[in-house]
Structures are given as structure tokens and as C-alpha cells.
């Protein structure tokens, strides 16, 4: 997924409802969507609400999260270490090469966190809100919806050199996207699908300018963008669009730019470069229904690898530090 850049994000909200709060059994250790059903009932609502409301304010918070919860998964499994800050014990996988000055939201993340904290303190956790966030993200603009299966805790521990090993890298070909999704369980379809995550969201020009050079882009759009992306440094974090049609819409769009050479990063127009992933591209252009279901399944399937349950981990009072 591509990296962009950092900034700030500010939202204030006073949750004043009450709800019957409780804590799980230490026995509990399936993944399951009504998780917090009985031990904090109002904590999907509370999510959604807040998620929306950040989303509609800015659009680009909806790649965001989904970017977070993806960053996650792929180092360590969906255990929101990706949200430790850096300590005297923990060295911060936001400082890694892909998420430094890139990864955002995370102010979002601390506000969703202390509503629940008021809500039902120490049960929902860091791990479950990025999943969840991730699925409400894509929901409010007007993309497909699924069942979240929880219950995931969160680690004590961040992993920087995994998070500079693990995620795949815009330059990558197509025999290294699919080897990288496939070390991490998810197969063709699974990384043909969750690319489809640019269909909304901006990538900084270090990560595309080499591309502009390529044979493999329309040379119409890659002009359109080296005014933005010129050889100088102080370009670098100028941002773009990663999907030129609708950049603020969930849809299949990603896909009929790649047919048509309008992939922004490397990484993105490798998938139709007559190569495996040819003829999924075509099929999630065509017919958009395929693509959401496939993009939900995969969201599934990639929240599910190597969660903490039971009594692994924690929950955490404060998603950027262990208790």
C-alpha cells in the first residue's frame, strides 16, 4: 500500500452514553464478530460514529486507517504494535523506512481508544479498533461492508526490522508483491484484491518519480504529474492522487487506470504488465461486485494472521504504550 505523507489530525468528541461494561474470559480465544457483545455493546457504534464523522471531514483518513491496519498485519500479525511510540524499551515501528513520515491517523486511533476507555475500560482493544476502522473507513465511501471477527489483544512488543523487511515497497515487481503476500498467507487474489485499497488515498512523490520514467505508464498522465514530481528533493513529499478518477471513492477504478496505464506507483502497474495478475484486473474492472467481494474476503483473511488471543498480550489503556 502506498506510503504518504504524515500530518496532523485533530478531533475532539465527548461520548457521554453509558453501556454495561465487562471483561472476557481469559479462556476466550477465537476470533469471533460478536465479541464485545455483552462486554461493551456500544463499542462498534462508537467506532463507526467516529470514524465516519473523521472520514467525511477528510477523505483521505479512510485510506489511512486502512493503511495502519494493513501495516500492522503484515509485521508481527494484527496486534496494533504498529501504534507503540518509541521508548527506553521499544524500538517504534513508525521509525521503520515505510512508515517513517507516512503513516497517519494515529491521533484518530488515541481519540477512538479513550471513548471506549470511557466506555468500557480495558476491553476493547488497540488491535480490534484498527480492524474495525479499517472496515468502517472503506464502508462510508461507498465501498463494500463485512463482519469483523475480534478479539484480537495487543502486543508488548514493536518489530522495526520487520517493518523495514515485511511490507512490500512501491518499487517491487510482481514476483516480489506476490511472494511478500504470500509469506503472509494471503495468495494472488488476496494481494490483487487488498491493492485495490488505492482506489482512494495519495502517494509522496519519492515513491512514484522513478515510475514517471517508465515504459509501462501512459505518457499523458506521467506528464500530468512531473510538475509535482520534478528531480528536486524538495519534492519528495508532494503528494498525488493514487487513483486519478475518483480519488475519494471506493470503487473499482484502480483497475480500469491499470488497463489503461495510469497506475501511479511501479508496484501498482506491475499487476497489468502481461504478467499473473492480468486477467484478475481485468475481471475487478469489469465487474465491481467481484472485486468487493474479494477485497471483503481478503480484508478477512488478512486481519485473521497470527492474532494475539486468550492470554496472550494485553489490552492496552493507551494504544501508544504498554500498560
Known sequence: MARSSSSSFSFFFFFSSLALCGLHSVADAQLTPTFYSTSCPLALTTIRTLVQTAVLLD???GASLVRLHFHD??????DASVLLDQSTTIQSE????????????FELVDTIKAALELLCPGVVSCADILAVAARDSVAVLRGPTWSVPLGRRDSLVANQAGANTDLPAPFFSLAQITQAFSDKGLSLTDMVALS??????KARC????????ESNIDPAFAATLRPTCSNSSSDDNNLANLDVTTPNTFDNAYYTNLLNKRGLLHSDQELFNGGAADALVRTYSTTPSTFFTDFANAMIKMGNISPLTGTSGQIRRNCRRVN
Open 59 to 61: 477523505p483521505r483518513m
Open 73 to 78: 498485519c503484515f509485521v508481527n500479525g494484527c
Open 94 to 105: 513508525k521509525s521503520a523506512a515505510p512508515n517513517a513520515n507516512s503513516l497517519r491517523g
Open 196 to 201: 485495490g485499497a488505492h482506489t482512494f488515498g
Open 206 to 213: 519519492t515513491n512514484f518519480r522513478a515510475h514517471l520514467s
